[in-house]
């Protein structure tokens, strides 16, 4: 769909360089406010676009921003008025000779009895397009409008009106061979309402938009007056009789091949049996209640139109020659189940399940039943399977709920945030045992167990123990055993006040006894339990247990429980949420229903946290709102941590139409048993070319998909172009599958394109989810998709995990055994074969192996071969990729790169064909390319907790911007088509983005997580790939890559590890470019370290690879190292030292100024030395390369050098007797002085030229001449000369370019400069040299870096404070820090508040409010409330709160050093702030609050109360401004103000400015 409105609607509306800026929802250096300038609604709807159309423009730039509230409701006012303004001057009519019929359109209309009039429609009457785009009429059925002739209205029609029902129309471009079509027209339903201004709505409307909203879009035509066909008699018996049967299995079958009628006959022919938009509403239909019979192959044949009123099961079902079989809509009856072995629809049949405008009310099942020894397989399709063949027309439309959405508050293990407790002891407890809970977060605060039975002493510890504690927490006790014999009486009484306990005066000899209550007494009375011990071994369980309420409102209930069972003693305590826990979601989820099944995707390392849950009641939910039962065992973030967003999907599975295979209980036969212990031949819909009609939403697949290649839950098999451009009208979609637990693969598009994917889920599947097959496969969309929980499957070695890989070499050559980490282990959610495909808003939420991965077929594969010439998939330039989520994926989340093998296995490559192989991605216009190149843009992706990597990108040009990278062991790695000589010119970048090293996301432990252990914090948490693991945000492979305007947060080295903000490749072979930009950086102050280098050890090996040796980078402006124009590469590279430099111990790194570039060093005749070379200045300190290339037929090195300096160059043997030196990177005029040792005896060839790379040509050749001197060779006098000293065995050449370079190019647009130098070496030469030949001088003195570091970057630094999967919504990021009474003796000064960097200080004991706009973050009031002093605090407060807090407010509360609040021992008031529970203040605790005061009761309000012996209270919380539900102000359409700072921190004592109201 946005696909279409960019292409035509928005370049018409908009003009085309606007239009395609929101299409590809370019950001520029702000959110896309420019379009708000010009866009003018009245003017559109007036001259530019259809009304159905203009109301998808309006919907789209509503929801990326671009329209305010006010701007959208006069929108859609100015809409509605254009669409029931009535025609001056309507079109006539045509009218039939015979005077009896008014003529139909010209597309296929010819006899049919109705006028279609170009009517405007009224709200809720939908309306099909018909004609040209450019067209803004609608087809109104004219036999429904008998007094509409020329826009004077007759006497109403009063006679029942025929409704038609069909699949929308092919084009005529593929008239005649893609089977029947349907002529398009007409207003559904009674028409006669049409007539007077009103269509009834369907019967269980689509979900989609605002109740009474008009729908617009056609999707089935209604047909001209039909004829009567003859179809079968209905049966009077239900069951259906014999004859009846045969009758159906008698439909005679045309001996020719079917062909498609021409269009008019086809469309009439289909038009005659269906009226209206619900399908199982059309009167010729004929009722089936076949009944079961599972030896019957059913046919519905030609001239059957049969609606299935009842279950069935048959061996086969095949739908064909025109039959149709409609399933019958009853919301009040039995569901319809229909059991097969496979159904087969082909050669004009049909098979319909609601429609789109009328979707399926009831329950329908299909189950696909039988085994896989079982029958034999249909050609072209297989066992257990739906199948459309060529004519085939599947249309299966259930209710559209809203398919995922996101977690909008934490869902924290058991419901709780501190997690659920449970506790049991048998022996070994004797005594009284106890539990202290904070009743405002169900936290177990404080345990103890006291031997009062056998210890007198123990009496006074436990007195002192219950001392300790503060009023009003949660007291839970239980004895063990027997607490009775050393209680005294005085303990007994203490307790019985304390504890408000009835029984424990008089608690004898092991006597079981329980109670729950609240420390101190309080308005409720304990819940208290004992039996009586008779010395028997058994008394039962005295249990106590009593329901609380926390301050985000969860009711959670504390259980005691004491008793003897067999002799044995027992007791223990739990704590869980009571009556369901609940689930706040982003979006509006009332489609969602009791009992219907969830999923909860992991928002940890592992994707084995995913949890299932089923719904419950919840008349108290609001519409976003869901009540799960059962307990999650996980922690789900429901919020933006630290500027990312890692809010959980919550995907629904269930769908009120369901497609199911049957299953066995175990794997068996030839099924993958040895991998799997479950049976995974399940069923699979296959969809061919030639198709007619093929729209499926609001589905359910379970149990579906085989461990068979092609057979696939949904496979569109070879099917071509599926869209407008094959000539589909309506072009084909999948919207709202719910694909679960199934065996291969969700939907596989195999060479098919233009097919739209929407809102569908793809949940515990085996092998490639969302799948495209052979490369060739292009113009596909996948829209706000979610896949989850993808496993290994054994189909293609990509699928294959590491077992797998080694147990499956059927198709290997030899005895090859395959390499598990880089032929196989490449499992994926979405693996896309093809760049031209787009991914829009997608979800992919944990993956064995790789979220997204782009991979490149060289030539196409399977079927498809010969299709596109080879190389093309690698230059096709990328689809749209916008706000895409990938996390807990183990590999990686986005993968750019790699290929499949594309040759069988032979002697000359063992390997499976299609294994993962090598390729690059680099795109250039038309995929050609020797046209510009056409960068590559992932916008909006958002990568976080992925073991490996969050991105992993190689190729040219790839730009990355507005994405964030959070917990990820590696958060983006940009690896270039491959330094000089792979590909010249290309780069790689990415800009406006957020890493993060450790969030506050701290995961939780299970679920497959392997490494638990201390963060850099100090508390513990998951980690990525092993403890030990150097935790980097922005990794260097090679380059050239530029990063800008990014930010970096919490990436703080610890004793277990190195975690840097940028760091290198780890055992690096390759080069590295001097020319890897960075600029415009903020490093936060949570990063603790910057750059680093590597050292020798765990991970970095020996750190000695030439990589490794040659790692830099280039500061532009200083805003990493703090001096602009700097270099910093490893301490002991002396290649880039000068007098100048300084160096940074902790970097293992040195900043130096001054020019660099490469030396690049082709060497033959031998290819297997190590190159050391030196600068002439620093020649005890030589650089030893052992090159990459080994057993290739050269070897290259690639230094990083200083320019125009002196270097010595010597192998460890004797010389090659061919080497070429380019010199890449230079501008023109910058030079090098080589000397390369060589044996004495040695003659020397030299030649200069330039070698084209790409055609492969060489010219602009010149020869050397021998010099008389080393200084004439070197005199930089344009002369090409060369001077060998035979005495030192040193030949001299001087190496300058002379040519001028362009961009990230390696060499000038002539082509690489070079020098080639060919010497004849004598046997037995000695090639020994001395160290330098040069003569001894200091090191030049280069520019030193500055002393004085640059000041603060006020450009530097993402500009978004957070990156999110709604970017519409602007955040304020808030943090508070209390102090208690404690903190303050320990000389912590200032309490203080943090709005984005702004910090606002309290040096005054009390507490602080500081009051904002929700509307716009501005600061509206400030306040401070003194603890210690005479005044009723208390009374204050509420009366600020109530009097001077306006409505839409986020209301910020610290404290410090709190004392006891005069005047109440409660504050209700702060229930008006979003508290579920009125506050109580502890003495010398700490408070915190984060409160909304409004209609609205937003999910981010947190409220921390501590005790003075607790740690001082502390919350951060991204909090989102002007959402919908404060209401703010429709007028105030401007963007958002902050009154704050995002990158420069600013403090602000609250005592210097005079408090305010």
């Not at 004929?286 to 030896?295: K, L, Q, V």
């Not at 760091?1063 to 910057?1090: D, Y």
């Not at 401070?1424 to 605090?1433: D, I, K, Q, S, Y």
Request: proline share 7%; glycine share 10%.
């Amino acid at each position: 769909m946005l696909l279409k409105l960019s292409r035509y609607i928005l370049m018409d509306t908009f003009g085309p360089s606007l239009a395609w800026n929101l299409f590809r929802f370019y950001n520029c250096d702000r959110e896309v406010n420019l379009p708000k300038i010009h866009v003018s609604p009245l003017k559109v709807a007036q001259l530019k676009v259809k009304p159905f159309l203009l109301r998808r423009v309006l919907q789209l730039l509503r929801n990326m921003g671009v329209l305010s509230e006010a701007q959208q409701s006069k929108a859609f006012s100015l809409l509605k008025k254009q669409i029931l303004k009535p025609r001056k001057t309507p079109l006539k009519p045509k009218v039939e000779q015979s005077g009896k019929r008014r003529g139909g359109s010209r597309s296929g209309g010819a006899g049919a009895a109705c006028a279609c009039l170009p009517l405007p429609l009224p709200p809720g009457c939908p309306a099909a397009r018909v004609g040209s785009s450019r067209e803004a009429t609608y087809k109104v059925c004219g036999s429904a409008l008998p007094g509409i002739v020329q826009g004077k209205k007759k006497k109403r029609n009063t006679s029942k009106a025929k409704r038609a029902f069909a699949p929308a129309p092919r084009t005529a471009a593929v008239k005649g061979r893609r089977g029947a079509r349907v002529a398009g027209g007409g207003c559904p339903g009674p028409a006669v309402r049409a007539a007077v201004g009103g269509c009834g709505r369907a019967r269980d409307a689509p979900t989609a938009g605002s109740p009474g909203e008009p729908r617009l879009l056609l999707p089935f035509a209604p047909d001209p007056d039909p004829e009567p066909v003859p179809v079968p008699a209905a049966p009077r018996d239900a069951s259906g009789s014999s004859e009846r049967r045969q009758r159906i299995r008698s439909v005679p079958r045309p001996t020719a091949p079917f062909r498609a009628p021409p269009r008019p006959a086809a469309a009439a022919a289909a038009a005659r049996l269906f009226a209206g938009p619900c399908p199982e509403a059309a009167p010729h239909l004929a009722p089936w209640r076949p009944g079961s019979d599972t030896r019957r192959a059913a046919v519905v044949g030609r001239g059957a139109a049969l609606r299935l009123e009842s279950s069935a099961a048959f061996h086969s079902l095949v739908i064909r020659d025109g039959g149709r079989l409609v399933f019958a809509d009853r919301p009040h009856g039995p569901p319809i189940t229909l059991r097969a072995r496979y159904i087969l629809i082909q050669d004009g049949g049909e098979l319909h399940i609601g429609s789109e405008r009328c979707p399926y009310g009831s329950r329908a099942t299909i189950s696909l039943y039988g085994r896989a020894t079982e029958g034999a397989a249909v050609e072209g399709f297989g066992q257990k399977f739906v199948g459309v063949g060529r004519g085939g027309v599947l249309e299966l439309h259930g209710r559209r709920p809203r398919s995922w959405s996101l977690l909008d508050k934490t869902l924290h293990p058991g419901g709780l945030r501190h997690g659920p407790y449970s506790s049991e002891k048998r022996w070994g407890s004797r005594g009284l045992n106890l539990r202290i809970l904070d009743a405002g977060t169900a936290r177990v605060l404080a345990a103890g167990r006291f031997d009062t039975h056998l210890r007198p002493g123990e009496c006074r510890r436990l007195l002192a123990f219950l001392a300790r504690q503060p009023p009003g927490g949660v007291v839970a006790a239980a004895v063990g055993d027997s607490a009775a014999r050393s209680l005294t009486l005085e303990t007994r009484l203490l307790l019985r006040d304390r504890l408000g306990s009835r029984y424990i005066a008089r608690l004898g000899y092991r006597q079981p006894w329980a109670l729950v209550g609240i420390l101190g007494g309080g308005q409720l009375s304990p819940a208290e339990d004992k039996r009586e011990y008779h010395g028997n071994g058994t008394t039962g369980l005295a249990v106590a247990q009593r329901d609380f309420l926390t301050y985000d409102g969860t009711r959670f209930t504390v259980t005691a429980f004491s008793g003897w069972i067999k002799g044995v003693p027992h007791n223990g305590f739990k704590v869980e949420v009571s009556k369901g826990i609940i689930l706040h979601l982003v979006d509006e989820v009332s489609s969602w229903l009791p009992g219907d099944r969830i999923v909860v995707a992991s928002t940890d390392y592992s994707m084995h946290q995913a949890e299932e849950f089923n719904l419950l009641p919840c008349p108290e939910c609001k519409s976003n709102q869901v009540k799960i039962d059962g307990s999650p065992l996980y922690l789900h973030i429901g919020e933006v941590i630290d500027g990312v967003d890692m809010r959980a999907e919550v995907g629904l599975l269930t769908r009120n139409i369901l497609i199911q295979g049957e299953m066995e209980d175990s794997c068996y036969g030839q099924n993958q048993c040895q991998f799997f212990s479950f049976d995974t031949f399940g069923g699979h819909i296959k969809i061919l070319r030639n198709f007619s009609s093929v729209h499926m939403s609001g589905v359910e697949l379970k149990n579906m998909g085989q461990q068979i290649l092609g057979s696939y839950p949904v496979h569109f098999h070879l099917a071509e172009d599926v869209d407008e451009r094959g000539g589909y009208e309506r072009p084909t979609y999948l919207d709202n599958l719910a694909i679960h637990h199934c065996f291969s693969r969700c939907v596989a598009i195999h060479g098919t394109h233009g097919l739209l994917v929407k809102d569908t889920i793809g949940y515990d599947t085996l092998g490639h989810c969302f799948f495209l097959e052979d490369g060739t496969e292009q113009r596909n969309t996948f829209y706000h998709n979610l896949g989850l929980l993808t496993r290994s499957g054994t189909i293609l070695p990509s699928d294959r995990s590491e077992a797998m890989c080694l147990a499956i070499r059927s198709h290997v050559y030899g005895n090859y055994v395959p390499v598990p980490s880089t032929d196989c282990m490449a499992v994926s959610t979405f693996w896309i074969a093809n760049p031209n495909n787009n991914l829009i808003e997608n979800a992919a939420a944990g993956a064995q192996d790789v979220g997204i991965w782009y991979i490149f077929h060289r030539v196409p594969t399977g079927q498809s071969e010969g299709q596109y010439p080879e190389g093309h998939a690698e230059h096709t330039p990328l689809g749209v990729f916008y706000n895409n989520r990938v996390h807990s994926n183990f590999k990686a989340g986005l993968f750019i790169g790699k290929g499949v093998k594309t040759t069988r296995a032979s002697a000359e490559d063992p390997r499976e064909y299609l294994t993962v192989d090598n390729a690059r991605f680099h795109p250039h216009q038309d995929a050609d390319p020797e046209k510009p190149r056409v960068p590559a843009v992932i916008d909006g992706l958002i990568a976080f907790k992925n073991n490996d990597h969050g991105a992993w990108a190689r190729g040219g040009d790839i730009i990355f911007r507005n994405s964030g990278f959070s917990d990820n062991g590696i958060g983006l790695t940009l690896a270039s088509d491959g330094t000089f000589p792979t590909d010249e010119g290309s780069s790689l970048e990415v800009t406006r983005s957020i890493f993060v090293g450790e969030s506050s996301n701290f995961g939780s432990q299970g679920g497959q997580n392997s490494y638990w252990g201390k963060g850099a914090n100090g508390e513990y948490r998951t980690l990525p790939r092993n403890k030990t693991f150097p935790i980097r945000g922005f990794q260097i492979y090679d380059g050239p890559v530029r990063m800008a305007k990014c930010t970096f947060k919490k990436f703080i080295p610890t004793v277990d590890r190195y975690s840097s903000a940028i760091g290198f490749f780890m055992k690096n072979s390759w080069q590295i470019s001097p020319q890897n930009n960075v600029s415009q950086i903020l490093m936060e102050k949570s990063v603790g370290l910057k750059v680093f280098f590597g050292r020798s050890g765990q991970w970095f090996g020996s750190n000695d690879n030439d990589g490794d040796k040659m790692s830099v980078f280039h500061d532009l402006d200083g805003s990493v190292t703090g001096y602009p124009d700097t270099f910093i590469g490893r301490a002991d590279n002396y290649l880039l030292r000068h007098p100048g430099c300084l160096t940074v111990p902790r970097w293992n790194g040195v900043m130096c100024t001054g020019k660099f570039a490469q030396l690049y060093i082709q060497a033959r005749r031998p290819e297997n030395l190590t190159l050391s070379i030196a600068r002439a200045a620093y020649h005890s300190h030589p650089l030893r390369l052992q090159g990459v290339n080994r057993g290739a037929p050269y070897q290259q090195y690639q230094p990083v050098v200083m320019l125009e300096q002196a270097y010595v160059i010597q192998w460890d043997g004797r010389a090659p007797e061919d080497i070429i030196l380019y010199p890449i990177n230079f501008n023109r005029g910058d030079w090098l002085r080589v000397a390369l040792c060589y044996p004495r005896e040695s003659v020397f060839q030299v030649v200069a030229d330039i070698y084209q790379r790409r055609t492969g040509t060489v010219h602009s050749v010149k020869h050397y001449l021998a010099a008389p001197s080393r200084a004439s060779a070197l005199s930089r006098t344009g002369e090409r000369l060369f001077y060998f000293d035979r005495a030192s065995g040193y030949l001299f050449v001087h190496l300058q370019a002379h040519e001028a370079r362009k961009g990230h190019s390696y060499c000038s647009q002539q082509g690489c400069e070079r020098i080639k130098i060919m010497a004849h070496m004598y046997p037995g030469d000695s090639w020994s040299c001395g160290p330098n030949p040069f003569p001894e001088r200091p090191a030049a003195a280069q520019r030193p870096v500055s002393r004085h570091p640059a000041g603060p970057c006020r450009a530097c630094g993402a500009p978004q404070l957070a990156i999110t999967s709604t970017p519409s919504v602007k955040y304020i990021r808030i943090q508070i820090q209390s102090l208690s009474r404690a903190d303050v003796q320990n000389h912590l000064t200032s309490a203080f508040i943090k709005i984005n960097d702004t910090v606002f200080l309290f040096n005054r004991r009390g507490i602080f409010f500081m009051v904002l706009d929700a509307c716009s973050g501005a600061v509206v009031s400030r306040r401070h409330f003194g603890t210690v002093t005479g005044e009723n605090a208390a009374s204050a407060i509420t009366d600020y709160v109530q009097t001077f807090i306006k409505e839409r407010s986020l209301v910020l509360v610290c404290s410090r050093g709190i004392a006891d609040m005069v005047g109440s021992s409660e504050m209700p008031v702060f229930t008006t702030l979003g508290s579920a529970k009125p506050i109580v203040f502890h003495k010398e605790g700490s408070f915190a609050m984060l409160g909304y005061k409004g209609q609205a009761n937003p999910p981010w309000i947190k409220v921390l109360n501590h005790a003075g012996y607790q740690k001082a209270a502390s919350l951060q919380h991204y909090v989102p401004l002007k959402l919908k539900e404060y209401q703010c102000p429709t007028n105030d359409d401007e963007s958002l103000k902050f009154a704050f700072s995002q990158n420069h921190s600013e403090h602000i004592s609250v005592e210097a400015v005079a408090p305010r109201d």
